[in-house]
């Protein structure tokens, strides 16, 4: 079992109604419901900051793709000719 440690947050009250209101419905406590959420936001920004430090790289290497090229693209989307993704150079 993974060792855990108590950390306080200060949630506005309607947060904190919402919480117990999840809780009860959901027979969890607020707890779990709280130490869940965190660390689902973690994971999703933690991905999300690794993801934009992998493109600066990229980009830092010439991998990119024109900016017309990529509105083209976008343009054609739902099209009868949609386009295939232009590649980086």
């Given amino acids: 079992m993974n060792e855990s440690i108590l ?3 200060r949630v506005s009250k309607d947060t904190a109604n919402r919480l117990a209101s999840l ?6 406590s607020k707890s779990y419901l709280a ?3 965190i660390e689902e936001y ?6 999300q900051i690794k993801a ?3 493109a600066i790289e990229s ?3 010439g991998e990119v793709i024109e900016h017309s ?9 739902g099209t009868d ?6 590649e980086c150079k």
Avoid: C, F, G, N
């Avoid at 809780?23 to 969890?28: H, V």
């Avoid at 973690?42 to 991905?47: A, D, F, K, R």
């Avoid at 090229?69 to 989307?77: D, L, P, R, T």
């Fill in 7 to 9: 950390i306080s947050v």
């Fill in 23 to 28: 809780a009860e419905s959901t027979e969890r």
């Fill in 35 to 37: 130490a869940q959420a």
């Fill in 42 to 47: 973690l994971e999703l920004h933690e991905w």
């Fill in 52 to 54: 934009v430090e992998q």
């Fill in 59 to 61: 980009a830092d290497r």
């Fill in 69 to 77: 090229k990529v509105v083209e693209w976008v343009k054609s989307w």
């Fill in 81 to 86: 000719k949609e386009e295939e993704m232009p």
